[in-house]
């Protein structure tokens, strides 16, 4: 009798799923009644929803907890939604498309905030949000402009698998929990400029086809960066680096900068692709010794990899660990 006393309080307390009554065909019916986006969202962010496998595009499938029927048009907000200063407790808008534009600066979101599967086709923006729970955007695609200008992420978030098809801005944005970017696609540039990372952040297996700027940005704790396709310029000028950074298996299709970038810790390059010019010029690289490993890496002229230190001063001859491709040389950009 204790036990099943315990198992209940177990499942009032900590999964409130279970707590939740049925939700029914007539509330659904209401929601696609609703004809303001802005009433029929915050109607429908009151509905929990539970995963139930991805649709045929890729994108996740939705169903409600205690019915069989899916998220379907009363998911889909097609005017302008602006909630900018609004405050959320637990926010669970998964599966939702967004075909109108969302503003919510400074919205402050006090517990979880979770879009999992959302479809953001118009313009998002989130300048300025305070996140204090932990915020879910993976499976997400972000059709339009992205905007986290100076946005607070004060608990875990992940973007696991999103498609970003227009610019993004994190420009001085504060990531103050672990992050993951993991397996993403950035198809414009994206704007990372002054970011701060103050934990674990992993952007591995992702895709920047455009200009990707980390200039000046902070990685604090574990930078993993590994597996990445950088099609364009890959600026890390002025970064930061704690602990340790991985860019193994990493590919530079174009220019990789890292002139002036300092590192507290190890830096891991190894079977890198360098495929044109890397610059290390004015960076701490050369007094990292046996901390730096370019084991495997590969680079297609001298030319490219001369701010890439060798003995004489450096106590190890990061040249030498690397090996010599078949490739054209590209040009140094003074643009800094």
Not at 3 to 10: E, G, T
Not at 260 to 286: C, D, E, P, Q, T
């Amino acid at each position: 009798m204790l036990k099943k006393l315990l198992f209940l309080f177990y499942l009032l307390t900590f999964n409130q799923s279970y707590a939740i009554e049925k939700v029914t065909a007539e509330q659904i019916e209401k929601l696609k009644t609703m004809e303001n986006s802005k009433d029929r969202f915050l109607e429908y962010l009151k509905l929990p929803k539970s995963e139930s496998g991805k649709r045929a595009n890729g994108s996740i499938n939705w169903t409600y907890y205690g019915t069989t029927i899916s998220v379907g048009d009363e998911a889909v907000f097609k005017e302008d939604i602006e909630l900018s200063s609004y405050t959320f407790d637990n926010l669970d808008a998964s599966g939702a498309i967004f075909n109108g534009g969302v503003f919510c600066t400074a919205v402050n979101f006090k517990n979880r905030a979770k879009f999992t599967g959302a479809n953001f086709k118009g313009y998002l923006k989130l300048e300025g949000a305070q996140f204090n729970g932990s915020a879910d955007f993976s499976n997400c695609v972000f059709e339009n402009t992205c905007d986290f200008v100076l946005t607070s992420f004060n608990n875990i978030v992940t973007f696991y698998n999103s498609i970003f098809a227009q610019k993004i801005y994190f420009h001085k944005t504060n990531f103050n929990q672990n992050t993951i970017f993991e397996k993403c696609i950035f198809k414009e540039v994206s704007d990372f400029l002054t970011t701060n990372f103050a934990f674990d952040i992993s952007f591995k297996g992702s895709i920047f086809q455009q200009v990707a700027k980390f200039r000046f940005a902070n990685f604090s704790k574990i930078t993993d960066f590994s597996s990445c396709t950088f099609t364009q310029q890959a600026d890390f000028f002025g970064a930061s680096f704690g602990v340790r950074a991985n860019y193994a298996n990493t590919t530079f299709s174009q220019e990789a900068t890292f002139r002036w970038a300092k590192f507290n810790g190890s830096i891991n390059f190894a079977n890198a692709i360098f495929a044109a010019f890397v610059n290390f010029k004015y960076s701490n690289l050369v007094n990292l010794g046996s901390n730096a490993n370019f084991s495997g890496a590969t680079y297609t002229s001298e030319e490219n990899i001369k701010y890439i230190p060798q003995m004489p001063p450096a106590s190890v001859n990061y040249r030498a660990q690397m090996k010599k491709v078949q490739g054209q040389t590209a040009r140094e950009s003074y643009a800094y």
